[in-house]
């Protein structure tokens, strides 16, 4: 594991890594904020997933996170959003499908299912670094927002007992009715729509075997809202078999990291009090 860059904010550290990824062949990026807290006792985590574009570095400079979580005693880690270095036919054409558009699943379609696994790498591989190498508790959350949303989503609902809560920033809610969802699932996972299901949290919820509340914050001004995200599809999903679900629909609220910023500190504080902090 190298390390790439260390910055001090809030009493703790900002730390970016990248080390050699077995889920995806490949060398991967992460960066983590300790809080000072991290400096005599170990501290859990919230894996923040992030969306469409993104990378490790957009959260952790646009969220405002940091005051909270070093106020909490939080760690928090931010994988890249797709593997890297590799060159497949289609791969860099469009900025929702591939480069940056790993979707957390696994892909079983060549030539991606050789390195797209962003899946086992964000729910066994990384975890197992972290907590392998950093003054870090077995205890863990996960949010995100857009993409990541919906990787928070199915990486805590196929997860029992995985993850201590989720949340949710204007998640792809229902992937496999979405023009976002059917391009990137007919390019990872093939043209047999019967194994994308496993990878949509509206259809996941249904037979989940923990009802870990969800938390989900959505602007009304979100101008992918309707087409893309489909928020009232995991509502009714959770409204059918009473799974916990709080979805605030907050108005004038737009797609940005501006509406993250907003709300990060209450998804902060949801995430600390099911940590026990």
Same mark, same amino acid.
């Given at each position: 594991?190298?390390?790439i860059?260390?910055t001090?904010?809030?009493g703790?550290?900002?730390?970016?890594?990248?080390h050699?990824s077995?889920?995806?062949k490949?060398?991967?990026?992460f960066?983590?904020y300790?809080?000072?807290?991290?400096e005599?006792?170990?501290?859990p985590?919230l894996y923040w997933?992030?969306g469409?574009?993104c990378?490790?570095?957009?959260?952790?400079?646009?969220a405002?996170?940091f005051?909270?979580?070093a106020e909490?005693?939080?760690a928090?880690?931010c994988?890249?959003t797709?593997?890297?270095?590799t060159?497949?036919?289609?791969?860099h054409?469009?900025?929702d499908?591939g480069?940056?558009?790993?979707?957390?699943?696994?892909?079983?379609?060549a030539p991606?299912?050789?390195?797209?696994?962003m899946?086992?790498?964000v729910?066994?591989e990384l975890?197992h670094?972290?907590?392998a190498?950093f003054?870090?508790?077995n205890?863990r959350? *996960?949010?995100g !927002?857009?993409m990541?949303?919906?990787? $928070? #989503?199915?990486?805590a609902?196929?997860?029992?007992?995985?993850y201590q809560?989720?949340s949710?920033?204007a998640p792809?809610?229902?992937?496999?009715?979405?023009?976002?969802?059917?391009?990137a699932f007919?390019g990872?996972?093939?043209?047999?729509?019967?194994?994308?299901?496993e990878?949509?949290?509206s259809?996941?919820?249904?037979n989940?075997?923990?009802?870990?509340?969800?938390?989900?914050?959505?602007?009304e001004?979100?101008?992918?809202l309707?087409e893309?995200?489909?928020?009232e599809a995991?509502e009714?999903a959770?409204?059918?078999?009473?799974?916990?679900?709080?979805l605030r629909r907050?108005p004038g609220y737009d797609?940005?990291?501006y509406f993250i910023?907003?709300? *990060?500190?209450e !998804?902060?504080?949801?995430?600390a009090? $099911? #940590?026990g902090?």
């Open positions: 594991m190298e390390l860059s260390s001090k904010s809030f703790g550290w900002l730390k970016r890594y990248q050699e077995l889920s995806v490949g060398d991967m990026t960066a983590i300790l809080p000072p807290q991290a005599t006792q170990p501290v985590v997933l992030s469409l574009t990378n490790d570095e957009n959260f952790t400079q646009k405002g996170a005051r909270k979580a909490l005693g939080l928090i880690v994988p890249d797709s593997p890297r270095g060159d497949y036919p289609g791969e054409d469009s900025y499908f480069s940056a558009a790993g979707f957390y699943l696994n892909a079983s379609v991606y299912a050789h390195t797209y696994h899946y086992d790498y729910v066994q975890p670094v972290i907590e190498n003054p870090v508790t205890e959350s *996960i949010s !927002h857009s990541g949303g919906h990787g $928070a #989503l199915i990486c609902l196929k997860n029992p007992g995985h809560s989720v949710a920033f792809i809610a229902n992937p496999t009715d979405c023009p976002w969802g059917e391009k007919t990872y996972l093939g043209e047999d729509k019967s194994t994308w299901q990878w949509d949290a259809l996941l919820i249904a989940a075997k923990e009802r870990l509340p969800l938390l989900v914050d959505q602007g001004a979100d101008n992918f309707e893309q995200l489909k928020p995991l009714a959770c409204e059918a078999v009473g799974h916990p679900l709080t907050q797609h940005s990291y910023a907003s709300f *990060i500190d !998804h902060l504080e949801h995430h009090k $099911a #940590l902090l």
